[in-house]
């Protein structure tokens, strides 16, 4: 779908992007503020941001949970809210003759919430089973054991839960009054907004909310760790994960090189790695990522595999990282990548949620406006001598480790670990 993209900074201090997609018949719409874990007053309280986002669309100034709940959806909008370690997301999509009202409802909700004690207790235990959930789940507990294992200063779903108990009302109102603020907020609107800026300008400047200041994200000293198990004693396999960090931002063509690399590896049934483990039986699923964060970057390859398969495949995942690192990348495989690249490329603009989805994380995370029409000579402009030269500096960088939930002895993981870091030599 056709689209225009224009940044607004309002008076208030609050900036965001109007997407304009002619024709549309929905709107969509996200509200971000830095507001996440890391940005409560204390780490005996680190749940208190995910619990007032439970209690976001509670009760507010006009009405209660089940009247404003009836107001949203009425006419089949969609709402939600999502709280991360740095960001709290309002995310609502609504049929487009219906945009102003439920712009005035988000504003409610944000501005003007009236936290009480009752739905304070109701949604601590929702968060609390919410949490306790993600323990049942291995591939979800894995990871923020391996931010901790790599350097950042955040606390595992186990160590948050006790943490739910000690959050008060007036730490959530505490938290609500300093991070929601107007220079601490974002926002991508996207739908038909020809003739309507204007307004929605003065929707958004009508925010009541305090000045505030957009908050610094924190920065943790990233390094390498010895591999790491969590056992479960339900684990009937091995979760695992290599995550490698450089401690630098990739740039476009970089991200976009270990992305089609990440393809090659583990995208398709015929991939390297994944395509190679489904041919002999060894996995279901091995998925490869590349992502970059404020400060550094990182590269994953994740799956599960039977304890008397993860040899054989362990084998393959070193073999294959081995031939990348030694510049073994066929022409054909690499134009395949950029070809299925370019194809999602085209597939990936037919919602308006699509089209907004394709700038709002990186525009949240620092302000960056990324240019759809760009893309296919972006696709086109990666060499494979960028992708050898990308994977690489997360070898040289040396700063990784391999951790994996399991019900086995941790020498099953060190002897893994051992083939890996024979890439690092």
């Not at 779903?157 to 505490?174: A, C, F, G, N």
């Not at 599960?304 to 030694?326: G, S, Y």
Request: aromatic letters at 10%; a neutral charge; glycine letters at 6%.
């Amino acid at each position: 779908m056709n689209h225009t993209v224009e940044e607004i900074r309002l008076k208030n201090g609050a900036r965001g992007l109007l997407i304009d997609v002619p024709g549309a018949t929905t709107m969509s719409m996200q509200f971000q503020f830095r507001a996440g874990n890391r940005y409560a007053k204390s780490k005996d309280i680190e749940q208190v941001a995910h619990i007032m986002e439970h209690m976001a669309f509670g009760t507010n100034a006009r009405y209660n949970t089940e009247q404003f709940e009836f107001e949203f959806t009425k006419n089949g909008a969609y709402r939600n809210a999502y709280t991360s370690d740095l960001s709290m997301v309002y995310d609502a999509d609504c049929a487009d003759f219906e945009w102003d009202r439920i712009i005035d409802l988000q504003k409610i909700a944000i501005c003007h919430p009236k936290f009480n004690e009752t739905e304070l207790i109701a949604e601590k235990g929702n968060v609390r089973s919410e949490l306790t959930n993600y323990l049942n789940d291995h591939q979800r507990i894995l990871w923020p054991r391996v931010q901790q294992l790599l350097g950042e200063d955040i606390l595992t779903y186990r160590q948050s839960i006790p943490t739910i108990s000690s959050v008060k009302l007036s730490d959530v109102r505490e938290h609500h009054r300093r991070t929601h603020t107007t220079s601490n907020m974002r926002f991508v609107i996207a739908g038909k907004l020809n003739g309507r800026k204007a307004e929605i300008r003065r929707k958004i400047e009508g925010f009541k909310l305090p000045r505030g200041e957009r908050f610094t994200v924190p920065k943790d000293e990233l390094g390498k760790s010895n591999p790491s198990v969590i056992r479960r004693k339900d684990a009937t396999n091995l979760t695992f994960g290599l995550f490698m960090v450089v401690n630098r931002v990739l740039d476009d063509e970089e991200f976009d090189a270990m992305h089609y690399l990440n393809h090659i590896l583990t995208g398709t049934m015929h991939s390297r790695i994944f395509g190679e483990a489904r041919k002999k039986g060894l996995a279901y699923n091995i998925s490869a990522y590349a992502d970059s964060g404020f400060y550094e970057s990182g590269w994953d390859i994740t799956g599960q595999v039977n304890h008397e398969a993860a040899d054989e495949l362990f084998d393959i995942i070193t073999r294959e990282l081995r031939n990348v690192l030694d510049g073994k990348i066929k022409n054909e495989e690499f134009e395949a990548a950029k070809s299925f690249a370019l194809g999602r490329y085209q597939m990936g603009a037919q919602t308006v949620s699509q089209i907004s989805g394709f700038y709002t994380g990186r525009y949240f995370a620092d302000g960056f406006i990324k240019d759809y029409s760009k893309v296919p000579d972006m696709i086109k402009n990666v060499t494979i001598e960028r992708m050898v030269k990308t994977a690489r500096s997360f070898i040289a960088e040396d700063k990784w480790v391999l951790a994996a939930v399991s019900s086995g002895e941790k020498q099953e993981l060190v002897d893994l670990n051992d083939k890996i870091a024979t890439l690092f030599d």
